[in-house]
């Protein structure tokens, strides 16, 4: 276990009738990221507060940073660091004063504060704030507030809530930068929620899909990439439309799908036969005037409502 920041086995959670975590598994390497991925009430969240230690589990296990939630909660609170969705803070007290507060809730030494406090600051870009009252804050910077505060016990494991909900454009990139950032410089471990599948795909190392309460998928995003499905996405591009295209690639055996869009044509093709230089060459014979032509690759999005049951 001592390569793994978080190890789940067999975790699960009832609420009444609702088996809202069923029997989940999985690991994490340290100093790697992990995305938890699910429709709304797929269960994710629900095992992001079992591993952060604020609900307890029905069954199963859990170590994180090497320490059992449901034995050891309070070890578990003092090594990791966790931002909260919508992170909230007393608006009367000025940036310095939350975060010297926070220190003492985690019981940090009072000689070290000082230093966390500015380190932290100087992270996520708050320094020149240290002293502006918390109320006066954007979302934006609400969301910076809360990563601070939570590099304040130097966790070995940080997770992420929705980090960048609700944030405009150019504050999501920010966040998604500042957590890379935190990566590279403290080598802590990133577990994340989210909806914003762009977001994990540029974070994230590896993926755990849930559905129904259930782990139905856990790889990187390449290999879900590759084993999603048993088909390709191919993408023509050309000049101008060209209706005899279209008809050709109808008829070739193993293209299940001709989407025909003007001058862009979209085919989905069985993987088992490699069929670009068929596909290509009928193409040309047909008088196609092409500007390019390859792989159209899964997104994740694609990849996600695949693997889960819809209603």
Known sequence: MKDFAVSVQDLSKRYGSLQAVDNVSFQVKQGTSFGLLGLNGAGKTTTFKMLVSLIRPDGGTAHVAGYDVVKEPM?????????????????????QETLRYICRLLEVPSQDQNQRIDSALELVGLMDKKHAYVGGYSRGMRHRLGLAQALLSEPQVLFLDEPTLGLDPLGAKNMRELILRLRQEREV?????SHVLPEVESICDVVGIFDHGRLVAIDTIENLRSTASDTMNLELLMIQPNEE????LQLIPGVKL????????????AKENDLRPRILQEALNNNAQILSFGLKESSLEDILLRLVQTP
């Open 189 to 193: 471990t990133v577990l994340m929620s």
């Open 258 to 269: 001709v989407e025909n869009n003007g001058a862009r044509i979209v085919i989905k093709a």
């Open 245 to 248: 295209v279209v008809q050709a």
């Open 75 to 95: 070890q578990v609170r003092a090594h990791i660091g966790y931002v909260a969705e919508n992170p909230a803070f007393y608006t009367r007290m000025t940036t």
